[in-house]
């Protein structure tokens, strides 16, 4: 049987074998190792269909991470529908559970802060990098310093270097 499928196979073309479309209109496909006409090999292939093929309208995770896994090769068996529901409720558990953590995180430090047991971030007010020699310095400014009612416009001109 797989000599007559090889022989239409190289007699009508490349025939690719659809593995399974994602949540969002994906179709991925398997396009098995053949021989072609002149008996050169070619090896066997795992490619997607995008539900929108424009490419400059591509966003990150317009494919899932299982199906991707599957198509550069990382497992050797395409996701199944249920492995990608209970990895759907996985993520969105993971969710949920890392902004309680942030929540009770930002209770705590408030509850130190106001027990004098942290210090409160101090505001940084010095310009500049803490390597440079001028770090901390005040600078006189040399913007316009005039007011509303004096001000001339064009009055003030830059000073050159």
Known sequence: MSRIVSVLRCTFGIAREHVGTDILGNKYYFIP???TWTGRRVHAKRIVEAANPTEYEYIEGNIPIEWDA????????PPSIEEL??????????????KEVEKKDQALQAKEYQEG????????VA?????????????????PTNTAN???????MPSKK
Not at 127 to 143: L, N, W, Y
Request: glycine content about 8%.
């Open 33 to 35: 190792e053949q021989k």
């Open 150 to 156: 004096t001000f001339k416009p064009g009055s003030w």
């Open 127 to 143: 310009k500049g990098h803490a390597a440079s020699t001028s770090f901390g310095r005040q600078e006189i400014s040399k913007d």
């Open 117 to 124: 047991l942290v210090a409160t971030p101090a505001r940084t």
């Open 70 to 77: 599957w198509i550069r090769g990382r497992r050797k068996e």
């Open 85 to 98: 529901l209970q990895n759907d409720t996985y993520r969105e558990l993971m969710k949920l559970k890392a």
